[in-house]
Nanobody, 126 residues
Framework: QVHVVESGGGSVQSGGSLRLSCATS????????IGWFRQAPGKEREAVAC????????EYADSVKDRFTISRDKAKNTVYLQMNNLRPEDTAVYFC???????????????????WGQGTQVTVSS
């Protein structure tokens, strides 16, 4: 059975950093992709970053490139999202999702993921 649990959210000032964790069970991180998505109040969910372990590939939304880094610790079955130089527009609930991506599908597409965590709140004040 697949489980995904996010943690590490909180409140920081603009320019600060947070590291989100996505702890998984029932997932083989050698083959499963992990995506981070976020949703701000009144806005649609958007992709943030993704690691496609089978293809050894990471992808980032343009809005977070050079500020956020996705990484994995296979021994802990955990994927991290290191967020630096945070901005007020990064405020959102951040979700972790996982699934096996077959073929040449877009990793930064929430529709490709069936297993989701409950989310963790990130608030950035100016």
């Amino acid at each position: 059975q697949v489980h995904v649990v996010e943690s590490g959210g909180g409140s920081v000032q603009s320019g600060g950093s947070l590291r989100l964790s996505c702890a998984t069970s029932g997932v083989n991180l050698d083959y499963w992709a992990i995506g981070w998505f976020r949703q701000a109040p009144g806005k649609e969910r958007e992709a943030v970053a993704c690691i496609n372990n089978e293809k050894r590939k990471t992808e980032y939304a343009d809005s977070v490139k050079d500020r956020f880094t996705i990484s994995r610790d296979k021994a802990k079955n955990t994927v991290y999202l290191q967020m630096n130089n945070l901005r007020p527009e990064d405020t959102a609930v951040y979700f972790c999702a996982t699934d096996v991506l077959i073929g040449n599908v877009a990793c930064l597409n929430s529709a490709e993921f069936d297993y989701w965590g409950q989310g963790t709140q990130v608030t950035v004040s100016s």
